[in-house]
C-alpha cells in the first residue's frame, strides 16, 4: 500500500542482513534459490522515490513523510550490509558467467538475471549517503568508497566497461551508464584527473602559500576573540551606558559587556530560536563533492580513462538513440 508497511516490518526485522544475504553467499550453488534470493533484492532495494509513486511527500503529508525517512533509513543499512566483500564476490562471479557466454545462447533466464545483478547493483548505489550520520571527513573512507572498492575487487567495474564496449550487450548501455553516474558521485573531475600526477615545485610553492594564509587567518581571528573578550572575568567587565541608545522601558541602554565588543550590540543575544517543526525545516542539502581516499581515487580515475577509451563513442550513440526514441527504462 502507500504506507509500505511489510517493506517498512521486513526492514525493521532486517530480513536483508540476517537471512537473505547470508542464503546468497552460503548457497550460491543452487541456481533456483539464488536466483529468488538475487530477485528479492532488487525488490526490497529500490529506492524510496521508486517505491512512493515517483513523488515525494509534502511538508503537509506528515505520515507519508515518516515512512518515506523511515525507508530511506532502512536502504542505508541494506547498502552498509552490502560492503561484506562475499556478497559483491557472488554478484561478480554470476555476473562474470553470464558475461562469458555468447549473446545467442543466453536464455531467457540469463537475459533477466543479468539485468537484475545491474539493476541491484544501481539500487546500492543510489542509496543517499548520510554525512550527519557516517561523520567521515575527506580522505577517509565513506561506505559509498568501500563500495566501489568492492566493486573494483571483484572485477565488476571491468565486467561494465566489458558490457558498455562490446556492441553485441547494447541493450545494457543505460543500466552501465547510470552506474557509472552513481560511482562518480560525489567526485570532481579535476581532483580525478590530478591524482597520481607528481606535482612540481610550483605546485607545491602554491598549496604551502595556501596553508600559511590559512594559520595566519587563524591566529588574526583567535587575536581579536581575545581582545574581545579579554583575559580578565567577566564580572570586572563593568557596566557603562550606551548614549543615544534606548532601552524598552525608554530608559538608557545599560550594557554589561566589555567595550571591545561594544559593535556586537544585540537585542537577540539572549533571546531563545524559535524552533522549527522537522517537516518544516527545509530539506538538506544535497551532498557536495568531497576528496575520497588516494586509493579510491586511483581506482576511479583508471576507471575514467578506460571508459573514455573504450566505451565512451560506442556507449553514448546507443544512449542517444534509446532517448530519442523513448526506449529507455522508466525505473
Given at each position: 500500500d502507500d504506507t509500505c508497511e511489510i517493506r517498512r516490518h521486513l526492514g525493521k526485522a532486517g530480513i536483508l542482513q540476517k537471512d537473505l544475504l547470508s542464503i546468497l553467499v552460503n548457497f550460491s550453488n543452487d541456481t533456483v534459490l539464488r536466483n529468488n534470493v538475487i530477485r528479492l533484492l532488487v525488490n526490497l532495494t529500490l529506492p524510496a522515490y521508486?517505491?512512493?509513486?515517483?513523488?515525494y511527500p509534502r511538508g503537509k503529508e506528515k505520515e507519508a513523510m515518516r515512512y518515506f525517512m523511515e525507508v530511506n533509513n532502512y536502504l542505508r543499512q541494506y547498502k552498509e550490509a552490502f560492503v561484506a566483500e562475499r556478497v559483491m564476490k557472488v554478484l561478480g562471479s554470476v555476473l562474470g558467467e553470464m558475461c562469458k557466454k555468447d549473446w545467442q545462447s543466453r536464455e531467457d533466464d540469463d537475459v533477466v538475471l543479468v539485468e537484475?545483478?545491474?539493476?541491484?547493483?544501481?539500487?546500492?548505489?543510489?542509496v543517499p549517503p548520510d554525512p550527519q550520520e557516517e561523520k567521515r571527513t575527506d580522505d577517509d573512507v565513506t561506505i559509498h568508497d568501500q563500495m566501489i572498492w568492492n566493486l573494483h575487487?571483484?572485477?565488476?567495474?571491468?565486467?561494465?566497461?566489458?558490457?558498455?564496449?562490446?556492441?553485441?550487450?547494447?541493450?545494457?548501455?543505460?543500466?552501465?551508464?547510470?552506474?557509472?553516474?552513481?560511482?562518480?558521485?560525489?567526485?570532481?573531475?579535476?581532483?580525478?584527473?590530478?591524482?597520481?600526477k607528481i606535482r612540481t615545485v610550483e605546485e607545491r610553492k602554491k598549496d604551502e602559500e595556501a596553508i600559511d594564509d590559512l594559520i595566519q587567518r587563524e591566529r588574526a581571528r583567535k587575536q581579536a576573540m581575545m581582545q574581545?573578550?579579554?583575559?580578565?572575568?567577566?564580572?570586572?567587565?563593568?557596566?557603562?551606558?550606551?548614549?543615544?541608545?534606548?532601552?524598552?522601558?525608554?530608559?538608557?541602554?545599560i550594557y554589561h559587556r566589555?567595550?571591545?565588543?561594544?559593535?556586537?550590540?544585540?537585542?537577540?543575544?539572549?533571546?531563545?530560536?524559535?524552533?522549527?517543526?522537522?517537516?518544516?525545516?527545509?530539506?538538506?542539502?544535497?551532498?557536495?563533492?568531497?576528496?575520497?581516499?588516494y586509493s579510491v581515487r586511483m581506482i576511479l580515475r583508471n576507471l575514467c580513462c578506460q571508459f573514455l577509451d573504450c566505451c565512451y563513442n560506442s556507449i553514448m550513440t546507443y544512449?542517444?538513440?534509446?532517448?530519442?526514441?523513448?526506449k529507455a527504462m522508466d525505473n
Open positions: 521508486l517505491v512512493f509513486g515517483k513523488t537484475r545483478i545491474l539493476v541491484l547493483v544501481r539500487n546500492i548505489l543510489h575487487a571483484n572485477g565488476i567495474d571491468d565486467l561494465l566497461l566489458f558490457l558498455g564496449s562490446n556492441p553485441d550487450e547494447k541493450q545494457w548501455c543505460m543500466h552501465v551508464l547510470e552506474i557509472l553516474f552513481l560511482i562518480l558521485r560525489e567526485q570532481s573531475p579535476a581532483v580525478l584527473a590530478n591524482t597520481g574581545i573578550c579579554g583575559t580578565r572575568h567577566s564580572r570586572f567587565g563593568g557596566t557603562y551606558i550606551v548614549m543615544n541608545e534606548k532601552s524598552i522601558s525608554d530608559q538608557s541602554q566589555p567595550l571591545q565588543s561594544l559593535g556586537l550590540l544585540s537585542r537577540d543575544v539572549e533571546k531563545r530560536p524559535r524552533r522549527t517543526n522537522k517537516l518544516r525545516r527545509p530539506a538538506p542539502d544535497a551532498p557536495g563533492e568531497r576528496c575520497s581516499t544512449v542517444l538513440h534509446n532517448v530519442k526514441h523513448n
